[in-house]
């Protein structure tokens, strides 16, 4: 994105890994401190996956979760807190959180169709630059151009334990539950054949198994500031 070496749009911080790594936070931080705007790609694939569970679609049914997608309209509004997610102009931040969603997303996004017009609107959104994108694929295939690309990651176990532990005090499902879904979704993620969950070859690996969340932050932001310091 340069000519005669001058850069013609702000930068752009890529956060990839599996679910439940922290990678929203990592990003809300990064955002705040480096005047970035946070952009979470994995909630469209929630929106989308929130319209085909409504619509009745079969979930492994790619020519009809296509036709779907030429009727649908998902846009990301940035907010401080995180992002306002809109279907068709209906606010469903909440609604795309349940484990029924969480589990659809993961299914919808296998197909190639699905990501071309996922990932073209992902770099629509980023085209000038100035965000921090976190998603499974933004340093391997949305923004390979990052300056920027952190792969977040840390045992399933204790990611499990930390999706579990923000479920508030009633959960409906037991850790164990938390953790089986995980790697459940883990395990689509890393082998579906097209753009799947892996570390660019040059992304900075962080993992935050031993690490609480401040320490995670923190080097989290050392990384980001090294990096923009050498452009
Ligand atoms: O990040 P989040 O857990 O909200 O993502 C939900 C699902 O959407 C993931 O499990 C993954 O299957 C899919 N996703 C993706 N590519 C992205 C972001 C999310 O395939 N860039």
Redesign the pocket.
């Known amino acids: 994105m340069s000519t005669n070496g001058q850069h013609l749009r702000k930068p752009i911080v890529a956060i990839?890994g599996p679910?439940g790594a922290g990678?929203?936070t990592i990003a809300r931080h990064l955002a705040r401190r480096f005047g970035l705007l946070n952009l979470?790609?994995?909630?469209?694939?929630?929106a989308f996956a929130l319209k085909a569970l409504r619509a009745g679609v079969a979930l492994d049914d790619e020519a009809q979760l296509i036709a779907l997608s030429a009727t649908t309209a998902i846009r990301l509004e940035p907010t401080a807190e995180g992002n306002r997610v809109l279907l068709d102009n209906e606010e469903v931040t909440a609604t795309i959180r349940t484990p029924e969603v969480?589990q659809a997303?993961?299914k919808v996004?296998?197909f190639p169709p699905i990501?071309a017009w996922?990932v073209a609107l992902?770099q629509q959104l980023g085209t000038e630059g100035g965000v921090v994108m976190?998603?499974?694929?933004?340093g391997t295939v949305?923004f390979p151009q990052a300056e920027v690309k952190i792969f977040l990651d840390a045992d399933p176990e204790i990611r499990g334990q930390r999706r579990f532990d923000q479920m508030g005090p009633k959960p409906a499902i037991d850790a164990a539950a938390v953790i089986r879904e995980l790697r459940e979704?883990d395990q689509?993620?890393r082998t579906r054949t097209d753009?799947p969950?892996r570390p660019a070859e040059d992304a900075i690996l962080l993992d935050s198994t031993h690490l609480t969340l401040d320490e995670t932050v923190a080097k989290a932001e050392e990384i980001v500031a090294a990096r923009l310091a050498q452009q």
């Open positions: 990839d679910a990678k929203s979470e790609t994995g909630a469209m694939y929630r969480t997303a993961s996004s296998v990501r996922m992902q976190e998603g499974r694929d933004i949305v979704r689509r993620d753009s969950l």
